[in-house]
């Protein structure tokens, strides 16, 4: 049998990953080769060009463009602070002088002989990047960026939104089908990256922020409540951005969806541990999947990782049905027969046989699941 490929997701307890941690434009890089990081230091920083602000400096001064050279006070590249002098004419006899005075703290961009303009450019902005995860710098790029390593237990999600945050797990479901209430959010959640169950209702995000908690772990969320919390709808965007106070990361779908089990006994298994995750998703080119990342300790010598590849579709995978109907299932593959079949749709494609965590039976098209990788 020719060996089938499909999308997959992953869930393990001891996985190696590796990070690149770049900045958006060359900086300095603040660590080496070698060092240990963990997951708030700081690897790189720079700073990004301020907003440009037009002067029209000769008709401040009241004077012909060629003329201002004559009166100036700085030039380009200085760095100026609000209300510092900048130009000023002679006046009469050292009389009725034109004091011009910078309007914004900054720095002089440029300063045009022909138009008399000058360019002001406001505070540059600090950007600074860090580790993320713990773990060890295998690599650095010079004045761009690092490539951070470690051993970890590793859940790729389905969908979420907002970026980076840590914390430790603490779970508040009962089991994968539980769904936690909002009563059950409290201060003891402050800084925590909590989980849910099987969904997470627009009440219990709205404590979860309240009370100051940096993550939500779910099987599921209303689309419905996503459009309340957010605004607007989120279509196809990339996620990963949005300002709301906390990060959350649905580990199944849209709607009430148990959590898989493996998923859900996972989190518990690490409850108390510290955690990285973010929400960033990209469905088309370029897929990008939410993660939690829960570092393990681990030998030096155990980082050694490997070329990623497709997950395989194999009698006894385990996988997530990703179309209607039985969406969000789990399931194992029982049989994978080689011959087209004709499905509703009228068109011949590969099937495959599995049977669901709740017993059922189904035939469904291949390109319908993805693989849980374990």
Known sequence: MAQAYSPGLTVTKSIVLRKDRILPLKGNVLVKKGDKVNADTLVAETRLPGKVVPFNLANKLGVQPNMVNQFIKVKAGDEIQKGQMIAETKGFFGLFKTAIKSPIDGEIESISKITGQMLLREPRIPVQIKAFIDGIVIDVVENEGVVIENKSAYVQGIFGIAGETTGEIKV?????????????????????????????????????????????ITGGIDDRDLKKLLGYNI???????????????????????????????????????????????????????PEIIIPIPFDEKELVAEE???????????????????????????????????????????????????????????????????
């Open 172 to 216: 508040l479901a009962k089991d994968a089908t539980d769904i936690a209430t909002p009563e059950q959010v409290d201060d003891s959640c402050k800084g925590k990256l909590i989980v849910t169950g099987a969904m997470a209702t627009l009440d219990l995000i709205n404590k979860a922020i309240k009370v100051g908690a940096n993550g939500i």
């Open 235 to 289: 279509g196809v965007a990339i996620t990963g951005h949005e300002k709301i106070g906390i990060t959350i990361v649905c580990t199944e779908g849209f709607g009430e969806i148990k959590m898989a089990n493996t998923t859900f006994n996972l989190l518990k298994d690490f409850e108390g541990k510290k955690a990285s995750m973010h929400g960033k998703t990209q469905i088309r080119a370029g897929v990008m999947r």
């Open 308 to 374: 990623a590849t497709m997950a395989t579709l194999e009698i006894g995978s385990n996988i997530r049905i990703i179309r209607q109907p039985n969406f969000g299932e789990i399931g194992k593959i029982t049989a994978l027969p080689e011959s087209l079949t004709k499905v509703e749709s009228e068109t011949m494609v590969r099937i495959l046989e599995a049977e669901l965590n709740n017993g059922k039976k189904i035939v469904i098209p291949r390109a319908n699941v993805e693989v849980i990788e374990d």
